[in-house]
């Protein structure tokens, strides 16, 4: 069995920064990646940026420039550093993990950015 828990959500101004930190904990095994998604109101979740255990990185276009993802192998947790918020960006946020035989997730930690 694999835990995972997001911290760091909360509201924040438009332009503001939050950083979302997600902790693995469990029968963890052989990560092939980690990364976050997002599910804003009314709307299908969606990928947010993710990285592979050799530390290729992918992000949506809507967090390129904006957002960045790192990843500490030896504590096995990932956290999303997120700047220059927008309000579109309100959302659930996801923390997942891959490794064999699927994918696993957290339970989210909410994002409101409003002034």
């Known amino acids: 069995q694999v835990q995972l828990v997001e911290s760091g959500g909360g509201l924040v101004q438009p332009g503001g920064s939050l950083r979302l930190s997600c902790a693995a904990s469990?029968?963890?095994?052989?990560?092939?990646?980690m990364g976050w998604y997002r599910q804003p109101p009314g709307m299908l979740r969606e990928p947010v940026a993710d990285?592979?255990?050799?530390?290729?990185?992918n992000y949506a276009s809507s967090a390129q420039g904006r957002f960045t993802i790192s990843r500490d192998n030896a504590r096995n947790t990932v956290t999303l550093q997120m700047n220059s918020l927008k309000p579109e960006d309100t959302a659930v946020y996801y923390c997942?993990?891959?490794?064999?035989?699927?994918?696993?997730w957290g339970k989210g930690t909410l994002v409101t950015v409003s002034s």
């Open positions: 469990g029968n963890i095994g052989n990560i092939y990646g």
């Open positions: 990285i592979t255990s050799g530390g290729i990185i």
């Open positions: 997942y993990l891959g490794r064999p035989p699927g994918v696993y």
